[in-house]
């Protein structure tokens, strides 16, 4: 039987920021290491969007080397503390085991984590070969690149534009998911292995990105998508009404009172879920309305278990129209939507439920502010995998991937690593 992750108890859970999932325990990792089957085509492997060896590291915990667990996960991914906490992990490694058809899947992600608080991180920068790279943002992607590139032997200095260091890890996903102080490790691991970190420098405003094209021989953008997306639906501008970048910052770490009672959260991804999760600690009833239905929703499963389990109501098919209310908001209107031959279509028929708070989360964009002062301001950034239209100029992270995820920020900071490395040798 697979171990499951010990949890917090769920009256304890709606009353704190503290992270919920508790992690193995020695016994625990080692006796579900012990139940992967090692299999000759290791179809967990293709399942990470990193590639980690998950096989290999899992015999290593078998055998209690985690040291020698952790050195192989690194070699793919260099933040296994991260993904260990906030991977999807059932449409990803999990999903591929061969043990996911009996539900029984190899906790791996568990096992990840386990892994990140056992094992020694040994990685040590390159002998140095005299480049410097600009890393922009520092986020999961300009964190994993400035590993990858002082592996290599680059300096990297990191420039970023709030005075806090992480990206969404830091401001975004909540400390009941992954607890900040995991984060600060982290930063202090790679500052202590020469990377430069400054703060409060947004580019495009503190600097501009053509002085780092001058200053330096390569610049990464990492600036992520940490912009929630406007609507544009009548009483928008009510107060009451918040998007989930706003919300976050300002309640996503707790500790504040907050007046509102009832809540409703429109949208079905993690930044939706985590918003009714943190409105749900601050002592709010709590529905989150989703225009399709369960199978569809973007969060991972274990956010949606987790919020159910936390007395979260979902209503879904349901799509916002209006934000009602003689002042502040008093109730959000919805149009219903049914399923015909299998597509979404509206109907006549309105919904309208009530609240005193609504959190918008129905996506994310980046700050084009970054590109001020280049060619491409006002414009879009054209990327074409980890390469941008200006010479010199790579993106990794959110901003660069279809999926926009941490591990797949980690998988493709490594390739612009590599592409950075081959684009100076190619200069030479
Ligand atoms: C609420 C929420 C929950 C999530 N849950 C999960 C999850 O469970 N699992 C998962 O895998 N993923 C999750 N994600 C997605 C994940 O957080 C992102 O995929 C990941 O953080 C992207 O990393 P990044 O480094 O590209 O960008 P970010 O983490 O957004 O970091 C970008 C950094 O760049 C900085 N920056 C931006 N512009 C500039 C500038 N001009 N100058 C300097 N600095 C700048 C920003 O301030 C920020 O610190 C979640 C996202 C959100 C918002």
């Known amino acids: 039987m697979r171990t499951e992750m010990p949890l ?7 009353k704190s920021f503290k992270e919920i999932e508790l992690g193995y325990s020695l016994e625990q990792a080692i006796k579900e290491a012990g139940r992967c089957l090692q299999c000759k085509n ?16 899992i015999e290593q915990v078998m055998l209690g080397e985690f040291d020698k667990a952790l050195e192989i996960i690194e070699e793919k991914n260099p933040l296994a503390s991260f993904t260990g906490r906030v991977c999807a992990e059932e449409a990803q490694c999990e999903g591929a085991c061969v043990l996911a058809k009996k539900n029984q899947a190899i906790a791996i992600k568990a096992l990840e984590r386990f892994v990140s608080e056992h094992g020694k991180n040994m990685w040590k920068p390159g002998k140095g070969n005299g480049k410097k790279i600009a890393i922009v943002g520092s986020g999961p992607a300009g964190m ?11 300096e990297a200095e990191v420039f970023e534009a709030l ?23 982290v930063i202090n691991d790679i500052k202590k292995k020469g990377v430069v970190f400054k703060e409060k420098q947004k580019i495009g405003r503190q600097k501009k990105l053509s002085e ?10 990492a ?8 609507m544009d639906l009548p009483g928008i501008e009510k107060q009451g009404v918040l998007y989930w970048d706003k919300f976050l910052q300002g309640f996503g770490a707790g500790g504040k009172s907050f007046g509102s009672k009832k809540a409703v959260v429109i949208g079905g991804g993690n930044t939706a879920l985590d918003s009714a999760r943190v409105l749900k600690r601050l002592g709010c009833s709590v529905t989150v309305a989703y225009r399709r239905n369960m199978p569809f929703m973007p969060c991972n499963k274990s956010e949606f278990v987790h919020a159910m389990e936390e007395g979260i109501e979902f209503r879904m098919q349901l799509k916002p129209k209006a934000f009602l209310g003689k002042e502040g908001l008093e109730k959000v209107a919805f149009t219903k939507i ?39 301001e006002g414009k879009a950034i054209k ?25 797949h920020s980690v998988a493709s900071a490594k390739k612009a690593a590599d592409e950075i490395e081959a684009y100076l040798n190619e200069k030479k």
Request: aromatic share 6%; net charge negative; proline share 4%.
């Open 8 to 14: 917090l108890p769920v009256d304890e859970r709606v």
């Open 42 to 57: 290791p179809v967990c492997i293709e399942g990470c969007p990193a590639k980690v060896d998950c096989k290999a590291f």
């Open 144 to 154: 994993a690149a400035s590993i990858e590139l002082r592996k290599k032997g680059f």
């Open 163 to 185: 005075p806090q260091l992480g990206g969404i890890l830091s401001w975004g996903i909540p400390g009941y998911r992954l607890d900040p102080k995991s984060v600060g490790k």
């Open 212 to 221: 780092l094209m001058k200053d330096f021989d390569a610049v990464l953008l």
């Open 223 to 230: 600036i992520g998508e940490g912009k929630a997306k406007d």
């Open 338 to 376: 049914e399923i015909e031959k299998e597509r979404f279509v509206d109907t006549k028929e309105v919904e309208e439920l009530e609240a005193d708070v609504c959190v918008v989360a129905i996506g994310q964009e980046y700050d084009a502010s970054a590109v001020n002062g280049t060619e491409l």
């Open 383 to 407: 990327i074409n995998g980890v390469k941008t239209e200006l010479w010199g100029v790579f993106a990794a992270g959110d901003l660069a991937n279809e999926e926009k995820t941490v591990v």
